[in-house]
C-alpha cells in the first residue's frame, strides 16, 4: 500500500477544490433554461474546443491509453484517424442545422422530422449507453486508486460523484464548460511534466532517439498497419471507417458532446471549437500513448513486477503456486539484466544495431510470455473453479496425447489454449490499467504525484459532469417536459433539470460501485458506444437524407436494428469498432424494407 507525502495531498485536494470551488462559484444564479441547459448561449470557440476534448478525455484516456501502449505500442492512435472527417462532416451538416431549429437537444430535431416516439426511443437509446459511461468514468479511478492507495472503492465513487453533483446541479451547462479549461490545463501540466520526468528517469547515455529505437525493436512504434485483417481491432481501415461512423455519431448525435457546441455563440464559434478539437485530439492522443511506450523504454532499464497489482502478487505468492511464482519473478530478473545489458549496447553502439534490434524483438516475446504466465498463476490461485476446469481440460488433453492427429485431440487442446490466454482478461489479472498510476506511486517525485492523481480525478470528473449534465437535460427535455400536457415555465425546468442532475449523479455512483473491470477500460467505454452509435447515427442520417422514409419505419427499423446489433456484439461477428458502420447500415437498409413493404400499414 502507497503512502502519499503531505505535499501530495495538498496539491491533489487543492486542486480539485479549486476547481469545484470556482465552477460553483463563476455559475451560480443560472435560473433561466437558457442560461441552465445552453449556457446562454456565449461560449468561445476555445472553451468550446477544450470542453469537447476534456468530455472524451475521462480518466480512463489517462490511466487506459498508457497501460495499452504499454503493451502493446502506439497503434491505438488508429482509432482516431476519423475523427477530423467527422468534426468537417458535422460542422457542414449538423450544427447548421441545429443552430437553425434552435434546439436544446439533439433529438428535438428527430420529433419534427419523424414523430415523438421515434425521438423518444432515440433519446431512451443514449440514456441507456450514456448512463452505463457514466459510471464506468467514476468507476475506473476509483477501482485503481482503491487497490494503489488502499482506499476504500465506495468511498472514493461517492466523493468523485458528489463534487461533480454539486457544481453541475449548481450551474448547469456553463459549470461544465467552465470547469473543464481548468481541468485541461491541470491534464495537459501532468502530462507534459510526466513525459519529461519519464524522459530525464531513462539513463543519461540513453538519448531520446535511442529511446525511440528500443521501443520501435518491439514493435511499439508501429503507427500504421494498413491490413484487412477483421481480427486486428486497430488498423488505418478501421479508424477511417469505423472510427469516423463512431465520431459522427458521439460527437453528432451524443447529448454530451453536443450540448458542449450548443452552447456556443455562433455557428462560427460553434464550428472553429469542434475544428479546434479535430486538429489537436490525434496529436493528443499521440502524445498520452508516447508516454506510455516512454514508461516501457524505462522498464527496460529498471526492475518492473511481473504484475502491476501488488495485492494479486501477494495472493499468488501465498498460493500453492507461490514456488512457481517466485521461480518465475527469478527467471524474470535474470532476462531483465540481459535486456537492460543490450538496450545499453543498442544506444552506445551505431554499427550492430540490426542484431541488437533482434535481440531485444526475442526478449520481449520471452517476457510478455512470462506476465502470460504470471496471470494464469494468479487466476489458478484466486479462481478455484477455474482451476477445477483447466486441469481437469489439461488431463483429457494428455490422455489424447498418443494420437495427435486425433480431431478431439485438436479440438481440446485449443479450448486449453482459449482457457489459458482467457485467465488474462480477469479483474486480478489484467493489470494494464494499474502500470501507469502504479509507475507515478513508485517514481516520480513528491508533488508530481499529488499533481499526476488531480489529473486523473478532474479528467474523471470532467467527462462525468458532461455526462449526467447530457443525462439530466435529456431527461427533462425529451421526456420529461415533452410529455407535459401544459408549459410548466422556465424556473420549473431549471429546478426539475436540477433534480434529474442530481438523480443521475446518483445512479452514476451506484452503477460505479457495481461495475466491473473489462480486458482494457477504454476499450470498454469504446464497446458501449460502439453497441449504440451506429443505429443512432442512422437514426440522424434517414432524417437528413431520405425525405420518403416516414417515422414508424424507422422507429420499428430502430428497434430491430439494435436485437441485431447486440446479437453481433455479443457472439463477436466483427471488431466492435465495425458495429458502428454495421448498425448505421443496418438501420437504413432495414427502415426502407419496411417503407416499400408496408408503407400503408405502416402509414396508419
Not at 487506459?64 to 475523427?83: K, P, R
Not at 467527422?86 to 419534427?112: G, Q, S
Not at 479546434?276 to 526492475?303: A, D
Request: hydrophobic letters at 50%.
Amino acid at each position: 500500500m502507497q503512502t502519499l507525502d503531505w505535499i501530495d495531498w495538498l496539491v491533489l485536494i487543492a486542486t480539485l477544490l479549486v476547481i469545484v470551488g470556482y465552477g460553483t462559484w463563476k455559475t451560480r444564479g443560472r435560473n433561466s433554461a437558457q442560461d441552465y441547459i445552453k449556457g446562454g448561449n456565449s461560449t468561445k470557440w476555445w472553451t468550446i474546443g477544450l470542453s469537447v476534448m476534456a468530455t472524451q478525455a475521462s480518466a480512463i484516456t489517462f490511466l487506459s491509453t498508457t497501460g495499452q501502449a504499454f503493451s502493446d505500442g502506439m497503434g491505438f492512435v488508429q482509432f482516431y484517424f476519423g475523427l477530423p472527417i467527422a468534426m468537417v462532416i458535422i460542422c457542414l451538416v449538423f450544427i447548421p442545422l441545429y443552430h437553425r431549429l434552435k434546439v436544446y437537444t439533439a433529438y428535438e430535431f428527430l420529433e419534427n422530422r419523424f414523430d415523438l416516439k421515434t425521438r423518444s426511443l432515440t433519446a431512451i437509446l443514449f440514456l441507456i449507453q450514456r448512463g452505463l459511461a457514466a459510471g464506468i468514468t467514476i468507476f475506473a479511478p476509483a477501482i485503481i486508486l482503491s487497490v494503489v492507495l488502499g482506499w476504500n472503492i465506495v468511498t472514493l465513487n461517492i466523493v468523485i460523484g458528489v463534487l461533480v453533483i454539486i457544481y453541475t446541479v449548481s450551474g448547469g451547462t456553463k459549470a461544465v464548460t467552465v470547469t473543464q479549461k481548468q481541468q485541461m490545463f491541470v491534464i495537459f501540466a501532468g502530462m507534459i511534466a510526466a513525459l519529461v520526468i519519464i524522459i530525464n528517469l531513462i539513463p543519461d547515455e540513453v538519448s531520446f532517439r535511442d529511446a525511440i529505437d528500443i521501443a520501435g525493436a518491439t514493435g511499439k512504434m508501429q503507427v500504421l498497419d494498413f491490413s484487412f485483417d477483421l481480427e486486428n481491432r486497430y488498423t488505418v481501415w478501421t479508424g477511417l471507417i469505423g472510427g469516423t461512423f463512431l465520431m459522427l455519431s458521439y460527437f453528432g448525435t451524443d447529448q454530451s458532446q453536443v450540448q458542449r457546441y450548443l452552447s456556443g455563440k455562433s455557428i462560427k464559434e460553434m464550428q472553429m471549437g469542434l475544428l479546434f478539437n479535430g486538429l489537436l485530439k490525434v496529436p493528443m492522443q499521440f502524445f498520452i500513448l508516447l508516454v506510455g511506450v516512454m514508461v516501457f523504454v524505462f522498464y527496460q532499464f529498471n526492475p518492473s513486477p511481473l504484475n502491476f497489482i501488488d495485492a494479486s502478487t501477494q495472493t499468488v505468492l501465498a498460493s500453492e503456486y507461490g514456488i512457481e511464482y517466485k521461480k518465475l519473478q527469478e527467471d524474470q530478473k535474470d532476462l531483465f539484466e540481459l535486456k537492460k545489458k543490450i538496450s545499453l549496447e543498442m544506444s552506445n553502439s551505431k554499427d550492430n544495431k540490426e542484431a541488437t534490434i533482434t535481440q531485444l524483438a526475442a526478449l520481449d516475446i520471452v517476457e510478455k510470455s512470462y506476465r502470460q504466465k504470471s496471470k494464469f498463476l494468479i487466476k489458478k490461485a484466486v479462481d478455484p473453479e477455474y482451476t477445477s476446469e483447466y486441469n481437469a481440460l489439461q488431463k483429457e488433453v494428455n490422455e489424447l496425447k498418443s494420437n495427435p492427429e486425433n480431431e478431439a485431440y485438436l479440438l481440446k487442446s485449443a479450448e486449453l489454449r482459449t482457457l489459458y490466454k482467457d485467465s488474462a482478461k480477469d479483474t486480478q489479472t489484467n493489470d494494464r490499467d494499474y502500470m501507469f498510476i502504479r509507475f507515478i506511486l513508485n517514481n516520480l517525485p513528491t508533488g508530481l504525484i499529488g499533481l499526476l492523481l488531480a489529473v486523473i480525478l478532474s479528467a474523471a470528473m470532467s467527462s462525468t459532469a458532461s455526462e449526467i449534465n447530457a443525462l439530466a437535460t435529456i431527461t427533462s427535455i425529451d421526456l420529461y417536459g415533452r410529455n407535459q400536457k401544459e408549459d410548466k415555465g422556465d424556473a420549473h425546468m431549471v429546478k426539475m433539470t436540477k433534480w434529474f442532475t442530481f438523480g443521475w449523479g446518483i445512479i452514476a455512483i451506484i452503477i460505479a460501485c457495481f461495475a466491473n473491470l473489462a480486458e482494457n477500460l477504454i476499450q470498454l467505454v469504446n464497446i458501449i458506444g460502439s453497441i449504440f452509435y451506429g443505429n443512432v447515427l442512422g437514426i440522424f442520417l434517414l432524417a437528413f437524407f431520405f425525405k420518403h422514409i416516414k417515422g414508424n419505419s424507422v422507429f420499428l427499423g430502430a428497434l430491430i436494428t439494435q436485437c441485431i446489433v447486440v446479437n453481433g456484439w455479443w457472439f463477436d461477428w466483427m471488431p466492435y469498432l465495425w458495429l458502428n458502420l454495421f448498425g448505421c447500415a443496418v438501420v437504413i437498409v432495414v427502415a426502407h424494407i419496411l417503407q416499400l413493404i408496408l408503407p400503408n400499414k405502416l402509414e396508419e
